[in-house]
């Protein structure tokens, strides 16, 4: 009976609270890649951050890697190609705009998810999706505001970063039937190592230790970040767990302006809370339809995963 608590949704608060843990973790990933700035190229201080990944899953990944057939391992390649080019997007963009518009719109991965399931996966795509898209992106173009703010190439990187994400995820959707969790996330930090270290080596510039001891806190709180966010879907349904995710853009909005004068954009608040919003309603009217149904799961349509790229 206490086994099946450790696995059972029905514990909100706990799935608060680790979700609240998640978030701080990734503020902290955003924050330290702000703060170091432009010093280092973004593909060597994207490959300095996995390769630290992989020095913390080297115990464990000989044993993980061990029965997998010819085709998860290409789908694997495939996926570290995309993964790559979106880790090199957003290493580039974080460096150069502001925490919260990065923040902001990150949460478009999902969306993105919902229409390229449609389009590519041929999954349903109901009018209440369909509006959802439609109030997502309308809370995008808020965020952004072409025309009455200057856009720069950090807001075009961070979009491209969430399309290439968003490729990353179909690969991880498809390889879910191929190989457990632990092992598509051991090999994404692989296959991303690898596939920076060439563009790395060929923009290499001296690194400091404290840059390297940086680094090494960002790949910490990444990993962090994704734990708690598995404990936390755990624990309770997506639709206690993902408003929740509306609280990251609050820290970052903070960490901006306390920490790097950034000012405090009203409207990157109000197109996040319309994303997150719209995410939220479609999670939770798939989870009444499959409550209905009588069938278990948590993802609804939505990879949950696909909150997080970093």
Request: aromatic share 10%; glycine share 10%; charged share 10%.
């Amino acid at each position: 009976m206490a086994a099946m608590n450790m696995t059972d949704l029905g514990r909100p608060r706990e799935g608060v609270m680790w979700m609240v843990l998640s978030g701080l973790s990734f503020v902290g990933v955003n924050g330290i890649v702000r703060y170091l700035g432009t010093d280092l190229p973004a593909a060597q201080s994207a490959f300095l951050r996995f390769a630290f990944g992989v020095v913390f899953l080297a115990p464990v990944l000989p044993g993980m890697l061990r029965g997998l057939s010819g085709q998860a391992l290409a789908l694997f390649a495939w996926r570290g190609v995309a993964h790559t080019i979106a880790v090199l997007f957003w290493f580039y963009a974080m460096a150069r705009i502001p925490v919260a518009h990065a923040t902001a719109i990150g949460y478009l991965n999902p969306v993105l998810m919902l229409i390229a399931g449609a389009v590519i996966l041929h999954e349903p795509l109901s009018v209440r999706r369909i509006m959802a898209v439609a109030v997502a992106l309308i809370g995008a173009l808020i965020v952004l505001r072409p025309g009455v703010q200057a856009l720069n190439m950090g807001h075009l990187s961070q979009i491209g970063a969430s399309v290439f994400f968003c490729g990353s995820y179909l690969f991880a959707k498809r390889l879910t039937g191929l190989a457990s969790a632990s092992v598509i996330v051991a090999m994404m930090s692989v296959t991303v190592t690898i596939g920076l270290a060439p563009l790395a080596w060929w923009v290499w510039v001296p690194v400091t230790w404290a840059q390297l001891g940086w680094l090494a806190i960002v790949a910490g709180c990444a990993t962090s970040g994704h734990y708690c966010m598995t404990r936390a879907f755990r624990a309770a349904p997506l639709t206690v767990t993902q408003p929740v995710t509306f609280l990251t853009l609050i820290w970052a909005t903070l960490v901006g302006a306390l920490l790097f004068d950034e000012a405090v954009d009203v409207f990157v608040l109000l197109g996040g809370a319309m994303i997150i919003g719209a995410i939220t309603f479609v999670t939770w009217k798939d989870e009444a339809a499959r409550g209905q149904a009588r069938r278990g799961g948590v993802q609804g349509g939505l990879d949950a995963e696909a909150l997080r790229g970093d």
